[in-house]
């Protein structure tokens, strides 16, 4: 079981800089694949990000390829992302989430869900 806890959220202007933390609970953080997703009103939750369980591996959404970055601490159960270069269109709840397929992109493949932070982004 692994419990997931965001933070960070929060109301910025456009352009502006973001970090979110997910923290993990449990021994077994090391053995999951983590990922990133956000979800705006009337809209599917999508892909954001993914690592790897050693973070020698990262993977992007396009609409965000260059702006924001995963990491992962493994020793701090805690994995990160931080977004630069905010736009309006990033306003979204973001989850992090939990998986061991090694298929990042789809949401059904994670096991495990925090209960998300609100990020809003106005121009």
């Known amino acids: 079981q692994v419990q997931l806890v965001e933070s960070g959220g929060g109301l910025v202007q456009a352009g502006g800089s973001l970090r979110l933390s997910c923290a993990a609970s449990g021994r077994t953080f090391s053995s999951y694949a983590m990922g990133w997703f956000r979800q705006a009103p009337g809209k599917e939750r999508e892909f954001v990000a993914g690592i790897s369980r050693t973070g020698g591996s990262t993977y992007y959404a396009d609409s965000v390829k260059g702006r924001f970055t995963i990491s992962r601490d493994n020793a701090k159960n805690t994995v990160y992302l931080q977004m630069n270069s905010l736009k309006a269109e990033d306003t979204a709840v973001y989850y992090c989430?939990?998986?061991?397929?090694?298929?990042?992109?789809?949401?059904?493949?994670?096991?495990?869900w925090g209960q998300g932070t609100q990020v809003t982004v106005s121009s």
């Open positions: 989430a939990a998986e061991r397929t090694g298929n990042y992109w789809t949401p059904k493949a994670y096991d495990y």
